[in-house]
């Protein structure tokens, strides 16, 4: 599933191919795709593909394609502070997204049949923390995995605000996921075919659109253990953030927004400008006169000509900037926290234990 858009050559280019066909329409999720490098979440040697809007999966590891994550993002309405669930968290690549707009009060878990697969999630998502600009950013809502079937769930489970999941939901087993979700909540799934946006209006009242035509393996039905029965499977508790936990979040808020405040006196921009799209030059055109019985090829002169050699210009000006080699971004937040009057120990803590 996928191909519905232009393949880019990093990152960046596959977000504008992205927001250029609609597939991502607000700010907020915009911000969470960029700051999320797709090609993270690919193994060595398939990275070459990730800038495609195609499905990938080697083994048990899997990624849908951009579009789909795109719509999904769009069609959850995420806001700071709301409980997630991801039915099928797979490489955790979404679940990291989700919890960039989160945020720390946020609840942000995932249920993964293959446990090899979870193992692959909590690297990238260890990854994430200890080597990505973006984590500094952003504040975070760190995903929680667990090994299982998302058919099994425990029946006594708290509900969510939103949730999602990634595999083809049977028409018997739609109304097992109504039930996870909160009044007032959305579920997203894909069920006949349909990738659809399901609202629960009351306490029995359901709103249904569908959003997308796509394509997903059907969910794995569960085993069942020496009794008969599926065993139960517990998702992570919904616990409450100690103090420790809440004055690094205040600290680093309050460091992150000295240092927007400084900036805007300075008049300096808080975000990058947006990545230029390469030019295209187009060929001169001749136009043919008659001289005599012959046909006589001219070149055309107007300021299209001008301004197509201005472009060509541009472009080899702008390969040029891309052979000199990048500075290495500034981490203006870990760069606050370092010149802290504190005991190292602390500062380690409040940088996450970040080497860089």
């Known amino acids: 599933m996928g191909g519905a858009v232009s393949a880019g050559e990093d990152n960046d280019d596959l977000i504008d191919n992205l927001k250029e066909a609609q597939y991502i329409r607000t700010e907020r999720v915009e911000q969470a795709f960029r700051a ?17 809007d195609l499905a990938w999966k080697h083994g048990n590891i899997h990624l849908s394609a951009p579009c789909i994550y795109s719509e999904v993002m769009e069609a959850l309405k995420l806001q700071p502070g709301l409980s997630f669930l991801n039915l099928g968290s797979g490489t955790g690549y979404l679940s990291t997204m989700v919890g960039l ?13 293959h446990s090899d697969v979870v193992e692959y999630a909590k690297e990238k998502l260890e990854s994430f923390i200890k080597n990505s600009d973006s984590f500094d950013k952003f504040e975070f809502c760190e995903p929680a995995f667990v090994v299982g079937n998302c058919l099994q769930i425990a029946s006594d489970s708290h509900q969510y605000d939103r949730i999602y999941c990634g595999a083809g939901v049977q028409k018997d087993h739609e109304n097992y996921m109504k039930i996870l979700l909160k009044v007032g909540g959305i ?35 569960p085993s069942k253990n020496d009794n008969g029965k599926p065993d139960s499977v517990g998702l992570p508790p919904c616990a409450v953030r100690n103090l420790q936990d809440l004055a690094r979040i205040y600290i680093r808020r309050t460091l ?17 400008p947006p990545k230029r799209k390469r030019k295209r030059v187009k060929q001169r055109i001749n136009t ?29 000006k702008d390969h040029s900037e891309a052979m000199k080699p990048e500075e290495p971004p500034q981490n203006l937040l870990r760069e606050k926290i370092m010149k802290l ?9 409040l940088t996450y234990f970040r080497e860089k």
């Open 36 to 52: 999320i490098d797709r090609g993270d979440y690919y193994l060595e040697g398939y990275r070459d593909n990730a800038y495609k």
């Open 101 to 113: 707009i989160l945020g720390p009060f946020g609840i942000n878990h995932g249920i993964e049949l």
């Open 187 to 221: 579920l997203v799934m894909p069920i006949e075919d349909q990738l659809t946006q399901i609202m629960r209006t009351g306490q029995n009242t359901w709103e249904s659109k569908n959003i997308l035509a796509v394509s997903f393996a059907p969910l794995v039905q």
């Open 256 to 272: 992150r927004n000295f240092i927007n405040d400084e900036m805007q006196a300075k008049g300096i921009p808080q975000r990058a």
């Open 288 to 316: 043919y006169v008659f001289v005599g019985n012959q046909l006589i090829p001219q070149p055309l002169d107007s300021e299209e000509d001008e301004k197509m050699e201005e472009d060509k210009e541009e472009e080899e």
């Open 341 to 349: 009057p504190l005991p190292e120990s602390l500062k380690a803590y």
